[in-house]
């Protein structure tokens, strides 16, 4: 088994530009943005915020940077919208739903303070929010899903 698992991680990574899971036998072959999403644990996410650039006075709202690990920094970073999807059951478990919410804040502009709030106590945020994370996010993603534009210079989606 070991070998057919390390050929299917072979086969994967020299089509890691599929967008479609894929199956060699019975091993499921996922997709980069999948192995990814994958690797997201709330125990390993760093994250820290800022003020968004140019502002010149300080504001409520903070943008999220993603500063570790390196796959939830690639994640963040890939500028697809499937990702966004691939995020929602994460937030369903209380292992993953901090650092789904991380990337999510990040990839959208949204929910920042939020984020600056509770990153120091990820387990007060599953507590306040946790149970609702799931169908917060989905709303609003299901609100703006058609007007998602990846802006390439700030890597987040905007809203057009």
């Not at 990814?36 to 650039?53: E, F, K, N």
């Not at 796959?71 to 500028?79: I, N």
């Not at 946790?130 to 899903?145: K, M, V």
Request: charged share 25%.
């Amino acid at each position: 088994m070991r070998s057919r698992t390390a050929a299917a991680w072979l086969v994967l990574a020299a089509c890691s530009n599929a967008t479609e899971t894929q199956q060699l036998g019975n091993v499921k072959l996922l997709t980069e943005t999948q192995r990814l999403v994958a690797t997201l644990r709330s125990d390993t996410i760093g994250v820290a915020t800022m003020r968004p650039p140019g502002s010149k006075v300080s504001v409520l709202e903070r943008q999220v940077i993603i500063i570790g690990p390196a796959d939830a920094k690639l994640l963040a970073e890939r500028g697809d919208p499937a990702v966004l999807d691939d995020l929602l059951p994460l937030l369903d478990d209380p292992a993953r739903a901090w650092a789904a919410e991380v990337v999510f804040a990040k990839l959208t502009q949204s929910d920042g303070k939020t984020i600056d709030v509770y990153m120091t106590r990820p387990d007060q945020w599953w507590k306040t929010f946790g149970p609702s994370a799931r169908s917060h996010r989905q709303r609003w993603l299901d609100e703006h899903r058609g007007r998602l534009v990846w802006n390439v210079k700030s890597r987040v989606f905007e809203v057009k």
